[in-house]
Structures are given as structure tokens and as C-alpha cells.
């Protein structure tokens, strides 16, 4: 009903004291009227007796004169010789002395012998009365009009003297004069059945009624008198009559004139009533103010807490309200250190305390993110490994301080720990070139040594990098297509990349290509291709390696560096590599029937070298090859599980199959298992050879690989050589054996045998090899892309 407590305090109160102030008012009303009623009929009952006493007296007064005039000497002789003249003056002296209005002599022959003169007509109830009884005064009526008369015998029963008063509005005024209170008085007499008073009023009928019952009650004293009109009070004193007429007086007290004197006493009570409720309303209002603002303000207050806003309640009172004020302010500020503490458990990773992925995404808010802005994933290279080597706590530590470097190096980027070892971070750049750049300006600050404790750790990262995105691409999408370009640019051998959407393809689309795998291997689809190395010793091609291809029937050639991962991760790579070693040694039959029996090097996935049931088979295989064979494997596959990987790789040495270390540099290297390897050939990586005429770093890191292979008792073979000037200088840097587009690219059995024929070709080789080497750092050549 109300909607503010305000009002409703206001309301209730005021409505409490109203109706408490009713009741006393009701009560106060009855017992006033109740009063009124009671000296109301007091005091009609005193007039009432008063009158009486007056009439009474005033009746005395008239019978005495009338008896002294009745035995007047004059008189009496006068009525004895009708002596009308002197009866006359008889009675006018009878008139004065009594104060009466009328005085007449009655014969007792019935004669009436007035002032004016001898009146035939007498009432025939004054004549009743006067002749069977010795009438006391009382009320007479005669010509119609009512008097109070007295009547005395003469002597000698000659008649009777009659003197009388008016019964008039004279006589009425003076009773009214007489009451304390306002009464109203007239005579009835009766009339047959009727009272009257000689005016016909509305209500004649409940007067007549009620003298009636008046007259014939045991109970005198006033009574209270209904009429249509009003509610009276009312008393009927019966008067004596002279002459046989039934007359009463009638008084009529009406309290709502009576009421006054009291009634002044009623408004005063209602004014002061009435004042009492407004200034109730007003005080209560202002009161219930003093309780609702300091609940209103906590209301609010307690409103926009809901919606995450916090506010501090101020009551300027000392009561229980403050103290549910400052309640409130002490639970806001616990709601807030909690919300605070929920935020950085939620926003922030609590290993490193930097920023969280989910953090990064609300930054990178889709609506928010500006045009230009790239995404780095920055991966800290072989994590894992690394991890393994100082603990997990100091590697956490590791990435805390890349995190915090990356802070300092880009104050106001977005920045977040996406996993365990790749740190994102977004930045605006103008081209993807741009961006690139960037992404090599932090990596060479960011891979400077970490000192953990004690110990200083050398970092390598690598960086991919997602494009802007549109509009419509969520942030997670984004993140997502960073880490992804950090995957396909360690892929590439790179150290920052871009996302590269073609590669990329999609999960559905790997799925489906590596169920396809299985068919591609039976309709040859999957085939082998073999790229010779030069041997610079001997002069000639005495080696090549084997590289699987996929010429896909909608797709177009599939990279191996695209479908080799993924046969890797699905599982089907064993059975890809086994099929490529049968097919590998079919192919050295081939060769070997065309007149050249060459070394044909297989490459083994990391993932295959601790894998005991596939080293068994391919030993098995490697038995039946019609000449040597080598296996490709990489350092990090016997880093990641040395004890299996080194079992393994023993029995393939122990069948007779060569070990080449590939893509050496490009990883990380352990000089301690490099010693442990059996291996025969060191392949350092073509990042190196590539750069080789252009760095002087490069041709020194080369030449002392060269050095360590040779240190080790293995060949060492440079891969990925393009131009004349690497293979001249690699040449002269003692290498053993070079592999790249220079020599070949991957062929067919068939086009390599042209080659091993082609005799002007391998001449042209020793010719370069011999050439007096370029100058170092001269004329950049740009390598042709593979
Ligand atoms: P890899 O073992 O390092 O193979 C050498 C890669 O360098 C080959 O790429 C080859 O085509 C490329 N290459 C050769 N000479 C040059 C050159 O002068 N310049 C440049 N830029 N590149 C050159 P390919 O065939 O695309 O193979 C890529 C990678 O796929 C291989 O790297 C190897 O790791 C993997 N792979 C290829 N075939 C097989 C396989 O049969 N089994 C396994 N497990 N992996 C394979
Ligand atoms: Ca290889
Ligand atoms: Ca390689």
C-alpha cells in the first residue's frame, strides 16, 4: 500500500493517535450530552417548579382579592339591588388591585355581570364548575382565550366574583426569563381527544401523544420528545382549572441550543484534536525522516553495490541505524578485497602473477581492439627440456622474468601468459614486414641470459604472429591463430613467422587428409623423392636423401613439413616411415641395377626412436638392403628420452645402418650426447649455409661445427647449399659433404641416375669446388626459396 516507509510511519502514527483522539472525543461527546441531558431536565424540572410556585402565588393573589371584593360590603349590597354601576366599580377596583385582565360577578341565576356591562353567555364548564363544587382557581377559558382565574363566593350564595389573568405570550416570555436554560413554553388544553394550543404545527400530533402519556406516567419530571424535526427535551406540568378545562404547560428544551455551553467546550475539543494530528503528522513526517534518509541512503547505497559500484554509507546518528552503517561499509570493503582477490585468482596466472589468457581476451575485446593490431606468441624454445633441467619452480620463475621484460620493453601492450612456455603480447604495426621486425627487435632483447639463483640460463625464443583480424573474430580466435603461427614458424625453422592461414588448413581437413594417408600409400600418391649429396672428398655423388612427397588429387603437393607433423601427432607415422624405408630400399635396388650403388639416408621421426617394436622392424628391413644405409635423426629425439632413443639407436648401428645427426644448430645441442652418439655424420642446419657467404658469425660457427664433427670422427654435411660461393667456401672449410638446390633438388629414381651419368655435371661440381673462394661478405646473394 506504501511504497515509502516514510509514509507509512506518518500514516500509522497519525491514524493511531486519530483514532485514540476519536474515542476520547466519542466519549467526551456522550458524557457531555449525557450532562446536557441531565441539566437540561434539572433544569426544566426547577422551571417547571418555579413556575408553579409563581402560578401558585400568582392564583393566591387573584383568589385573595376576589374573596376580599366577594365580601365587600359594597359589593354584596350592590348584587342584592343589582346595582350594575356600582358592581362595576366593584370589580375595575378588584381588576387593579389584582393586576387581572377580566373580573366578572355570576349570579346565581347564571347572570354574568362584567365591567362592560350584563353578559348573557357563560362557559357551560364554568357554570358546571361554580354550581356543583366550590371551584379552587385555576385555568378558565372564556371567549376563546385562556385565562388563570380565581373565583369567590358572595355571601348569601347571591353568585360568585371571578377574577382573571391572560394566559398570554407575556406570561410564556416570563417563564422563558425564568430558566437558566432555553426553554420554549405553551399551553395546551384539551380538546376532545386532542392537546392543543390553538396553532396547528407540523408535529401537533406527537405533542398531543406525548402530554398524553406524560399526563397518565407515574414518573414525572422531564422526558425526552422525538418530533419529526428534532430531538427535545420536555416536561408537561398539569394546571388546575377553574372551570373544567384540562390545560398543561408545556416546556421544550432542544439540546442543540442547550448544548452550547458545552459545545464551545466539544470545538475547542476537536480544534485542539485536529491541531494534535497535524502537528503529529508534521512531527512524525520529520521523525520517520530521521529513520528512512539513513535507510534510504543504505538502500541506494546497497543498489549500486549490486551493480559493482561501492559506496560508502555516511549517518550522521549514533544509533543502531550507524551501526548498520558501518556494517555495510564493512562488508562492502570485504566484498571489494574479495572481488579484488577473485580478479587477480581469475586474471592472473599464480604461478608468474602475470596476466592470464582469459585476461588478454578481455583486453583484446573484439569491440575494442584497434585496426592495426598484431598478436605475438612468444615460445620459450624447449621448454620442456629446460624445465626438466632446473625444476619447475625455477622455470616458472624463467617465464616470470621474459614476463616481466616484455612489460618493460612494451610498458603499455597487452600482455599474458597464454601456456606454460608461451608469453602473448599485442602490438600495433603498420605491415606484416613491420610487425616481423618487431618481433626480431624483441627477440634479441629477449634472449639475453636469465640469472636464476645461482645459475644463468640461456633463452631462445621464438615468436608467431597472428595478423589483425576482423571485427568479427573473437580475441580467443586470435590468440589462438598466434599460437598456432608460433607451431608452423618452429615448423619452418624460423624464428618469428607469420600466421600463415594455407598451411594452417583446418582440424576437420587433417583428419580427413591422414584417413586418406593409407589409400595415398597403395596408388602412389605418396611417393619418394632422393636429393644427392656431393662428396667433396671423393669428387662424386655417393649419397642422397630419401624425402617422402604427396602429390594429393584435389589439394595439390602436400609439404611434408605439413603432413610428417600430423602423421606424427595422429599416430600414423610409423607406418608411413615403414613404408618409406621398404620403398627406399627398393629404390637402392633400382639404382644399384643402373650401375650406382649408392648410400640412401631415411629420415626417423623423433617420436619413432623410443618406439622398441618399430627399431626392431626397421632393423629388420635394414638387414635386406642391398647397400648402406643411414638414418636421420635429430638431437632432440634422444634428448627427450635418452635412455630408449640410445637402445635403439645402438641396435640400428650394431645392424650396420649409419646415424646422421640433421638439422644440428637448429635445436638444442648437448655436447654431451653428441659424444654418446654413435653416429656417423653430423648435418649442419641450412640456416647456417645460407647465411654463410653474408655472416662472418656464420662462417665461423660453420667452420668450427666442421671442426667438432671432424673432433668426433663424423662427416660433416652442409645442407640447404644454393649457390656456387657457399659450396666453394664450404669447400675450402674442409666440409665432407654438401646437400641443397645447388647440386639437385629431391628427384625421381630416374632423374637422379641421369645425373649420377651425367659426367659434364659432376666436373662442373669439382669446378666450383675448386674455384678460388669468394670473398667473404661480398654481393648478398638471396637463396631461392625451396
Ligand atoms: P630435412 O630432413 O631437413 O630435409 C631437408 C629439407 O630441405 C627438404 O625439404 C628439402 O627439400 C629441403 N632442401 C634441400 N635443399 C635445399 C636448399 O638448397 N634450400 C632450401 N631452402 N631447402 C632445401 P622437404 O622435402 O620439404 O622436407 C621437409 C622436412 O620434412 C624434412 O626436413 C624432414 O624433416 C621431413 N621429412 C621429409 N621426408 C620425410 C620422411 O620420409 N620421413 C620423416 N620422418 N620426415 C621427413
Ligand atoms: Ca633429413
Ligand atoms: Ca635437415
Known amino acids: 500500500m506504501f511504497r515509502r516507509l516514510r509514509a507509512k510511519l506518518t500514516f500509522m502514527y497519525a491514524g493511531l493517535f486519530s483514532i485514540a483522539l476519536l474515542m476520547i472525543g466519542v466519549v467526551a461527546y456522550f458524557v457531555i450530552a449525557d450532562n446536557t441531558q441531565k441539566l437540561a431536565e434539572q433544569q426544566l424540572a426547577s422551571t417547571a417548579q418555579v413556575f408553579t410556585q409563581i402560578w401558585d402565588a400568582r392564583l393566591d393573589h387573584l383568589q385573595d382579592a376576589a374573596e376580599r371584593t366577594a365580601h365587600a360590603q359594597g359589593l354584596a349590597a350592590a348584587v342584592d339591588t343589582r346595582d350594575d354601576a356600582q358592581i362595576r366599580a366593584r370589580l375595575g377596583e378588584l381588576r387593579t388591585v389584582s393586576n387581572a385582565d377580566i373580573a366578572f360577578v355570576v349570579t346565581h341565576e347564571g347572570l354574568i355581570i362584567s365591567e362592560t356591562g350584563a353578559s348573557a353567555s357563560m362557559s357551560p364548564g364554568l357554570q358546571m364548575a361554580l354550581t356543583q363544587s366550590d371551584p379552587g382557581p ?111 404547560l408545556l416546556l421544550r428544551h432542544s439540546p442543540s ?124 624454445d624447449r621448454f620442456a627440456h629446460v624445465r626438466g633441467a632446473i625444476g619447475y619452480a625455477l622455470a616458472g620463475e624463467l ?71 576482423g571485427k568479427e573474430e573473437t580475441s580467443s580466435a586470435m590468440i589462438e591463430r598466434a599460437s598456432i603461427a608460433l607451431d608452423q614458424t618452429r615448423q619452418r625453422g624460423q624464428k618469428a613467422g607469420m600466421y600463415d592461414e594455407a598451411a594452417y588448413g583446418d582440424p576437420a581437413r587433417t583428419l580427413s587428409l591422414m584417413g586418406e594417408m593409407r589409400r595415398a600409400l597403395e596408388t602412389g600418391a605418396i611417393y619418394l623423392a632422393h636429393q644427392p649429396k656431393y662428396n667433396f672428398r671423393t669428387g662424386r655423388i655417393d649419397s642422397a636423401e630419401t624425402l617422402v612427397r604427396w602429390r594429393h588429387p584435389t589439394r595439390g603437393n602436400i609439404a611434408p613439413d605439413l603432413f610428417v607433423p600430423m602423421a606424427e601427432e595422429t599416430g600414423h607415422i610409423r607406418a608411413l616411415t615403414e613404408w618409406v624405408l621398404e620403398r627406399a630400399i627398393a629404390d637402392q635396388l633400382a639404382f644399384k641395377a643402373a650401375g650406382h650403388p649408392i648410400k640412401l639416408a631415411v629420415n626417423i621421426s623423433a617420436r619413432l626412436l623410443s618406439d622398441n617394436e618399430f627399431a626392431r622392424h626397421a632393423t629388420a628391413l635394414a638387414r635386406q638392403a642391398p647397400h648402406q644405409l643411414c638414418f636421420e635423426i635429430t638431437e632432440t629425439a634422444v634428448i627427450d628420452n635418452p635412455v630408449a632413443a640410445l637402445e635403439n639407436i645402438e641396435m640400428f648401428a650394431a645392424a650396420g645402418v649409419h646415424i646422421a645427426i640433421d638439422d644440428y644448430g637448429a635445436g638444442l645441442s648437448s655436447l654431451a650426447y653428441l659424444k654418446q652418439l654413435p653416429a656417423h655424420e653430423l648435418k649442419i642446419d641450412k640456416l647456417f649455409i645460407q647465411n654463410i657467404t653474408m655472416s662472418q658469425r656464420d662462417a665461423l660457427l660453420v667452420r668450427s661445427t666442421i671442426d667438432l664433427a671432424h673432433g668426433l670422427g663424423m662427416a660433416l654435411t652442409a645442407e640447404g647449399v644454393e649457390t656456387p660461393a657457399a659450396f666453394a667456401l664450404l669447400a675450402s672449410m674442409n666440409c665432407d659433404l654438401a646437400q641443397g638446390y645447388l647440386i639437385s633438388r629431391p628427384v625421381s629414381v630416374d632423374e637422379l641416375v641421369a645425373l649420377l651419368n651425367d659426367e659434364r655435371r659432376l666436373q662442373f661440381y669439382k669446378q666450383t669446388a675448386l674455384g678460388a673462394p669468394p670473398q667473404l661478405a661480398a654481393t648478398p646473394q638471396q637463396p631461392k626459396q625451396a
Open 138 to 248: 385555576g385555568v378558565l377559558r372564556q371567549s376563546g382565550e385562556l385565562f388563570q382565574g380565581a373565583a369567590a363566593d358572595l355571601p348569601n350564595q347571591q353568585g360568585w366574583v371571578i377574577a382573571a389573568a391572560r394566559l398570554g405570550s407575556q406570561q410564556m416570555d416570563a417563564i422563558r426569563a425564568l430558566s437558566a436554560i432555553p426553554v420554549d413554553a405553551t399551553t395546551f388544553v384539551r380538546d376532545g381527544q386532542r392537546w392543543t394550543d390553538g396553532q396547528e404545527g407540523a408535529d401537533h400530533t406527537t405533542l398531543s401523544t406525548f402530554i398524553e402519556q406524560s399526563l397518565r406516567s407515574e414518573r414525572d419530571g422531564a422526558r425526552e420528545l422525538r418530533t419529526q424535526n428534532e430531538k427535545a427535551i420536555a416536561l408537561a406540568a398539569p394546571l388546575a382549572s377553574l372551570d373544567g378545562t384540562q390545560a398543561v
Open 257 to 380: 441550543s442547550g448544548i452550547s455551553p458545552y459545545g464551545t467546550l466539544l470545538s475547542t475539543l476537536i480544534a485542539i484534536g485536529l491541531t494534535g494530528v497535524a502537528l503529529l503528522i508534521a512531527g512524525t513526517w520529520f521523525l520517520a525522516r530521521g529513520i528512512t534518509q539513513p535507510l534510504s541512503t543504505l538502500e541506494a547505497a546497497a543498489r549500486k553495490l549490486r551493480e559493482g559500484v561501492y559506496e560508502t554509507v555516511v549517518v550522521g546518528t549514533k544509533d543502531e541505524l550507524s551501526r548498520v552503517a558501518e556494517s555495510f561499509n564493512a562488508m562492502t570493503a570485504a566484498i571489494r578485497e574479495r572481488e579484488r582477490r577473485i580478479t587477480q585468482l581469475a586474471f592472473h596466472d599464480s604461478e608468474t602473477r602475470l596476466p592470464n589468457r582469459v585476461a588478454l581476451e578481455r583486453k583484446l575485446n573484439a569491440a575494442a581492439r584497434p585496426e592495426r593490431l598484431y598478436l605475438a606468441a612468444i615460445g620459450v
Open 399 to 469: 617465464v616470470r622474468q621474459l614476463g616481466a621484460r616484455l612489460a618493460h620493453l612494451a610498458p603499455n601492450a597487452p600482455m599474458a601468459r597464454l601456456s606454460s612456455d608461451v608469453l602473448g603480447v599485442a602490438f600495433i604495426a603498420t605491415s606484416e614486414a613491420d610487425a616481423l621486425k618487431r618481433a626480431h627487435a624483441l627477440i634479441a632483447n629477449l634472449e639475453q641470459s636469465v640469472s636464476l639463483g645461482e645459475q644463468i640460463v640461456d633463452v631462445q625464443v621464438t615468436i608467431g604472429i597472428a595478423q589483425p583480424g
